[in-house]
C-alpha cells in the first residue's frame, strides 16, 4: 500500500507561480502511470498532467505550455511546476498513482489564485 501526500499549495496572485510536490511512501519506480488531477468547486475532477515511468508526459490543453510534471523515481516524488497561473486554476489538486489497475490517491492540496 503507497501512500501519496501533497504540499505545496497556497494563495497566489494571478501570473504568479507554485510549485506541488507529491512524496510517496514507498517506491514509485513501478507505477508506470503517475499524475495530478484537479477539482474546482462545483465540478468534476478533471486531469491536468500524466507522466510515465519512463518520463513521457501528457498535458491538459489548458494548462499546455504553463504546467510542468516531472517525476524522481529515486526520491519517491512527483512535481507540478504550475507558471501564468490564472483564477480559473482555483482548485484543489491531487496527485494520483496507477498500478495494475489499481489507483492511489493523494488527500490533495488547495491552489487559489487570487489578486
Known amino acids: 500500500q503507497v501512500q501519496l501526500m501533497e504540499s505545496g499549495g497556497g494563495l497566489v496572485q494571478p501570473g504568479g507561480s507554485l510549485t506541488l510536490t507529491c512524496a510517496a511512501s514507498?517506491?514509485?519506480?513501478?507505477?508506470?502511470?503517475m499524475g495530478w488531477y484537479r477539482q474546482a468547486p462545483g465540478k468534476q475532477r478533471e486531469v491536468v498532467a500524466h507522466?510515465?515511468?519512463?518520463?513521457?508526459?501528457n498535458y491538459a490543453d489548458f494548462v499546455k505550455g504553463r504546467f510542468t510534471i516531472s517525476r524522481d523515481n529515486a526520491k519517491s516524488m512527483v512535481y507540478l511546476k504550475m507558471n501564468s497561473l490564472k483564477p480559473e486554476d482555483t482548485a484543489i489538486y491531487y496527485c494520483?498513482?496507477?498500478?495494475?489497475?489499481?489507483?492511489?490517491w493523494g488527500q490533495g492540496a488547495q491552489v487559489t489564485v487570487s489578486s
Open positions: 507522466i510515465s515511468r519512463g518520463g513521457n508526459t
Open positions: 494520483y498513482a496507477g498500478r495494475l489497475g489499481i489507483e492511489y
Open positions: 514507498g517506491s514509485i519506480s513501478s507505477f508506470n502511470d
